[in-house]
């Protein structure tokens, strides 16, 4: 198990993980960030969220998304950001599960408002989607302990 | 094995810090944006999902089709009271569909008892004749309730009623 773990072929392979997951949450968050409105009723229409906290996600999570998304792209603290990405996933694929379990016929809300990607419906292929997209995350967590990025030129680590 | 805790602490800590500091950064950003919101809503959002789409499957059968005078046949009027008042076959059950509302559950068991009490198998409905006409509507709902082999009579009661048997059990 262990020389698995230390082989260095991780941080090469995690390099190429980085990168797509952290410019797929960079992507994601963009037009939540442009319109927040829209992407509140996103949220409201999973309707899992009490009232009061609705605008409030809307807010926030698409901030959590491009910050660490774009750690994850820089190569900076990306075990923090692969926590918050891993936490997300987790968070949209339980939100996921409920709104099909409701037999609600909805768009994901992920990369647009509902309006805008009518074609981007929840199904339990957005759920294989996400689980993807976790284990990424999860590989990232494991086993990129010395990434290659912004860290290693600025405190020097060597693989 | 501490190290790997210690690791595991450290990264928590700083993923902690870095969503309270993005969310403190978006409820900044938010004061200034153009396209504001409220950080609490105070209005509930009008969301429009559409609800699950019944999936009864109902087979159109027309009025002067020999199976209405079959053994086995259970009729059921999706009309209102009244006019089930006015005439109806004998034996129909009355079970007026409603747009708004779903069948009580207790009405489709009822239903369902007295179907097979009857030994029927065949469920004909029939409605007003319209467009959308309550007896196939009905009959998608009653379909979709979990029974079987459910028809509904295209034309509706009037045009059941212009072809319904006389005594000796032939149509018209």
Known sequence: ?????????????????????GGVFVLASLHK???????????????????????????????VEIISGGLMVAGYKSRAA?????????????????????????SCGCFASSSMSEEDAISHLTILRDATWLLMSIYILIFDRQPIGLETIIYGKRG | ??????????????????????????????????????????????????????????????????????????????REESEFHKWHPKGALL?????????????????????????????????????PDTGELLGIDISAAGINNVFYIKGGADALKAVWPKQDGRLK
């Open chain 2, 1 to 78: 094995m501490k190290q790997a805790y210690s690791t595991i602490k450290k990264s928590l800590v700083e993923a902690s810090v870095l969503a309270c500091g993005a969310s403190v950064i978006a409820l900044a950003v938010n004061i200034f944006h153009p396209k504001s919101i409220p950080f609490i809503a105070t209005d509930a959002y009008e969301t429009m999902v559409p609800c699950p789409v019944q999936e009864g499957h109902v087979t159109p059968i027309a009025a002067s089709a020999s199976e209405l005078v079959e053994k086995g046949v259970f009729l059921v009027d999706a």
């Open chain 1, 82 to 106: 692969s926590w918050l990405i891993s936490g997300m996933m987790a968070m949209f694929m339980v939100a996921l599960l409920i709104a099909l379990a409701n037999g609600l016929d909805m």
């Open chain 1, 33 to 63: 960030i442009a319109h927040p409105g829209a992407f509140a009723l996103d949220v409201a229409t999973y309707n899992i969220l009490p009232l009061a906290l609705i605008n409030l996600m809307a807010l926030c999570l698409p901030w």
């Open chain 2, 95 to 131: 079970l007026t569909y409603d747009f708004l509302d779903p069948i009580p559950p207790e009405n489709i068991r009822e239903m369902a008892k007295r179907i097979a009490a009857k030994r029927a198998t065949k469920v004909l409905v029939y409605g007003d004749g319209a467009n």
């Open chain 1, 1 to 21: 198990m262990k020389p698995f773990l230390s082989w260095k072929g991780h941080r090469w392979v995690s390099l190429v993980l980085r990168i797509y997951l």
